[in-house]
């Protein structure tokens, strides 16, 4: 189920590439004319079913699986990621979507026997989606310590409580597993034992899926992030994953590596926007003379240029870093890429688009989208300020 991890970093990109060329970009326009047929939006994809064989029976699959689990480094990781970020659906193709790439490392690192058999197994198999219940409407959620939503013992089970928001994947109709955050010991001193993680299937008694959400008008279908109810849920105590109290803990083994695979992507994204800028600007003139002749337009091509390989440099030195050390002990890296990355990424895409006149604004070309998901990537898996918070009291605390 894993990648072939006996290639070498240089034969497995590629690889990834070669695919890429051959049957991703070749159905973009497929995929977005399918999606837009569809009745129901949050359904399987042919397109995207059709690739995900063609990649299994290639070894592209499961590429995200850390070293420690028999996978790849997230040296090697890294430059798939950025290829996969070219084209902001792709990821699925190799079973390397977020939130499910989250989840599986969730079920590796801390799940039973059974809950591994149960949902690992088809997850890795790329046979059912799952989703991952944290943020929550009605507090602030940047502080993970906020979340409301309950979860009390009663006898053999647990009652979950509580209403969540942007949960990706939520609507999707193969999501089959939900990994919920909530508060099993709300008076605990110690605000980061609080909290715990439970597993509730979807179509649990008093689940209720009540809407889609959008971000800058995008509902990002099929994947889709959703607004969830839970209303006196009950799940067997096996369930529970780790143990009670242990939720934030799992959730800070969880977001480390989430937060860089994001940082990977958005760098294909803006690399590509980049080489549609460049591609641009010397296929269009404007009074008498070509869009690449124009100082502004070559000002905007080299400061983009400056940024993604910056921002290249610090992901790929982040995830060495998480080689040597482990995700905890690389916090500070990871922090100083997920606050650098979709920044860069923004603004990189922005000039493009306005490279491209109006017609970078609209679905014709990839960028909006790709726009869309660079933005909200600043607010996933903790915005901007949590992290410079955090990373500037790291900073400090060696100096004092």
């Not at 359904?43 to 995200?64: D, H, P, R, Y």
């Not at 599986?104 to 088809?122: A, C, D, H, I, R």
């Not at 001193?189 to 209720?208: D, E, F, T």
Request: charged share 25%; proline share 4%; glycine share 8%.
């Amino acid at each position: 189920m894993y990648a072939n991890i006996n290639e070498s970093p240089e034969n497995l990109n590629l690889q990834l590439e070669q695919f890429m060329t051959e049957h991703v970009y070749p159905n973009e326009a497929r995929y977005h004319e399918e999606l837009a047929g569809l009745k129901d939006r949050f359904v399987t994809m042919s397109v995207v079913e059709e690739l995900k064989a063609k990649a299994k029976e290639q070894g592209l699959w499961n590429l995200f699986v850390p070293e420690k689990f028999g996978g790849l480094s997230n040296a090697h990781y890294a430059p798939l990621a950025e290829i996969m970020g070219r084209v902001y659906w792709s990821a699925e193709v190799f079973n390397c979507n977020a939130p499910d790439t989250g989840n599986m490392e969730v079920f590796m690192k801390y799940g039973t026997e059974e809950q591994k058999k149960q949902w690992l197994e088809p997850l890795l198999a790329g046979d059912i989606r799952s989703s991952f219940a944290m943020t929550e409407p009605d507090v602030a959620s940047s502080d993970a310590t906020n979340v409301q939503t309950s979860i009390m013992r009663d006898g053999s089970e647990y009652v979950i409580n509580g209403k969540k928001w942007f949960i990706t994947g939520a609507m999707n109709e193969r999501t089959g597993i939900f990994i919920v955050m909530g508060k099993s010991d709300p008076e605990n001193p110690n605000r980061h034992l609080q909290q715990s993680q439970i597993l509730v299937p979807k179509g649990a008694p008093g689940m209720i899926v009540t809407r889609p959400l959008t971000t800058l008008g995008y509902d990002d279908a099929p994947q889709g992030h959703a607004e969830v109810v839970f209303d006196d849920v009950r799940v067997p105590a096996e369930n529970m994953l780790l143990g009670e109290g242990r939720g934030f803990e799992i959730a800070q083994g969880r977001l480390g590596p989430g937060r860089i695979h994001h940082c990977m992507r958005l760098i294909g994204a803006a690399q590509r926007a980049l080489e549609y800028a460049c591609r641009r600007s010397v296929s269009r003139s404007t009074f008498g003379k070509m869009l690449a002749e124009h100082q502004s337009v070559r000002e905007d091509i080299a400061v983009s240029f400056c940024e993604i390989e910056q921002a290249r440099l610090l992901t790929m030195k982040t995830a060495s870093r998480m080689d040597e050390v482990g995700a905890r002990e690389a916090s500070d890296m990871i922090a100083a890429a997920k606050i650098t990355v979709p920044l860069m990424a923004q603004k990189v895409i922005d000039r493009c688009m306005q490279i491209h006149g109006a017609g970078g604004l609209t679905g014709d070309y990839f960028m909006a989208e790709a726009f869309n998901y660079a933005r909200w990537c600043r607010q996933a898996d903790g915005p901007d300020q949590v992290h410079m918070m955090a990373l500037g009291k790291q900073i400090i605390k060696r100096f004092s």
